[in-house]
C-alpha cells in the first residue's frame, strides 16, 4: 500500500529555517511528481512547491527564491528546506504524490491531480 511520511516540522521564529522529509514507501516506482502544500488555520490548502523524476521544478511566488525542493538519488524521499520562514508561512505542510504523469507548471499546485497525500507536518513561526 502506498505511503507517504512527513517529518522535521516544527516551531521556529521568524527569519530561521526549517527542512521537511517526505518519504514514499509501497509504490512500484518512485511516484513520477511530488510536492508539498500547507493550510493554515481557516485557509485553503495551497501549493508550495514541486519536483518530479526529471528534476523539473516548481514554487509558488509566496516562497520562490526562500524555499528549496529537492529529491534524494533514490527518488523516494523529498525534501523542502525553508529559509527566512514569515510568520504567513505557518501551515500544516503536507506530502503529496501521483505516480501516472510528471509534474507541470499550470498544475503543480492544484490538490486534486495528486493521488497520495501525507498526514502533514505543523510548522510554526513566530515573530
Known amino acids: 500500500q502506498q505511503h507517504l511520511a512527513e517529518s522535521g516540522g516544527g516551531s521556529v521564529q521568524a527569519g530561521g529555517s526549517l527542512k521537511l522529509s517526505c518519504t514514499a514507501t509501497?509504490?512500484?516506482?518512485?511516484?513520477?511528481?511530488m510536492g508539498w502544500f500547507r493550510q493554515a488555520p481557516g485557509k485553503q490548502r495551497e501549493g508550495v512547491a514541486s519536483?518530479?523524476?526529471?528534476?523539473?521544478?516548481y514554487y509558488s511566488g509566496a516562497v520562490r527564491e526562500r524555499f528549496y525542493v529537492s529529491r534524494d538519488d533514490t527518488a523516494t524521499t523529498l525534501y523542502l528546506e525553508m529559509s527566512g520562514l514569515k510568520p504567513e508561512d505557518t501551515a500544516i505542510y503536507y506530502c503529496?504524490?501521483?505516480?501516472?504523469?510528471?509534474?507541470?507548471?499550470?498544475?503543480?499546485?492544484?490538490?486534486?491531480?495528486?493521488?497520495?497525500w501525507g498526514q502533514g507536518t505543523q510548522v510554526i513561526v513566530s515573530s
Open positions: 503529496a504524490a501521483r505516480g501516472d504523469r510528471l509534474c507541470f507548471r499550470d498544475d503543480y499546485a492544484i490538490a486534486e491531480q495528486y493521488n497520495y
Open positions: 509501497g509504490f512500484e516506482r518512485p511516484p513520477d511528481c
Open positions: 519536483m518530479d523524476r526529471w528534476n523539473d521544478r
